[in-house]
T-cell receptor, first 115, second 115 residues
Framework: GAVVSQHPSWVICKSGTSVKIECRSL??????MFWYRQFPKQSLMLMAT?????????EQGVEKDKFLINHASLTLSTLTVTSAHPEDSSFYIC???????????FGSGTRLTVV | AQSVAQPEDQVNVAEGNPLTVKCTYS??????LFWYVQYPNRGLQFLLK??????LVKGSYGFEAEFNKSQTSFHLKKPSALVSDSALYFC?????????????FGTGTRLKVLA
């Protein structure tokens, strides 16, 4: 079946540094990928839609300059959290459309802790 | 606006008993409905979806869901719960109008199956 690989699974970084999270579709091409953020005991909030070869579409309230998204190929999208702060600590999940009839596959998530 | 409601934060059920996790939705157009399961520090795993057709949808791990248009509900069910079913369950909806590719997730319901 379709697999989306997300790396790293967890990361700890210092305040002010940047962290890059990768999302790869392993056995299918994904023209569109999605990035979500999940706070503890809360639902997933869509941050942005990543489109291959074009700029990402960000949801209202999401800072474009803080959460940089790049979708340079049909199998890779990256989310870079720039100048991270403790309030950016969260669980980040990517997903990609893997089937024509609205099937989406999710990555295993990245736990980001900013200290 | 599209929305999904999961009225129960937690559902407790004894092993071997039937389980139901509730979900109601509000969308314009035809609803595309999904159930996902999440284990601790993991991404979401697809369980089942309703796009069209039979109101009773069968999915992975013995789960099924019933689409009820008049009650705008899509409750998740399983005839006999297992301890290993204990996890966080999300209902999601995607709007049926052209160009709307976003998932809207419910707040999640934690299922606890007691041995």
């Amino acid at each position: 079946g379709a697999v989306v690989s997300q790396h790293p699974s967890w990361v700890i970084c210092k305040s002010g540094t940047s962290v890059k999270i990768e999302c790869r579709s392993l056995d299918f091409q994904a023209t569109t990928m999605f990035w979500y953020r999940q706070f503890p005991k809360q639902s997933l909030m869509l941050m942005a839609t990543s489109n291959e070869g074009s700029k990402a579409t960000y949801e209202q309230g999401v800072e474009k300059d803080k959460f940089l998204i790049n979708h340079a190929s049909l199998t890779l999208s990256t989310l870079t959290v720039t100048s991270a702060h403790p309030e950016d600590s969260s669980f980040y999940i990517c997903s990609a459309r893997s089937q024509p009839n609205y099937g989406y596959t999710f990555g295993s998530g990245t736990r980001l802790t900013v200290v | 606006a599209q929305s999904v409601a999961q009225p129960e934060d937690q559902v407790n059920v004894a092993e071997g008993n039937p389980l139901t996790v509730k979900c109601t939705y509000s969308v314009s157009g035809n609803p595309y409905l999904f159930w996902y399961v999440q284990y601790p520090n993991r991404g979401l795993q697809f369980l089942l979806k309703y796009i069209t057709g039979d109101n009773l949808v069968k999915g992975s791990y013995g789960f099924e869901a019933e689409f009820n248009k008049s009650q705008t509900s899509f409750h998740l069910k399983k005839p006999s719960a297992l301890v290993s079913d204990s996890a966080l369950y999300f209902c999601a909806v995607r709007g049926g109008t052209s160009g709307t590719y976003k998932y809207i997730f419910g707040t999640g319901t934690r299922l606890k199956v007691l041995a």
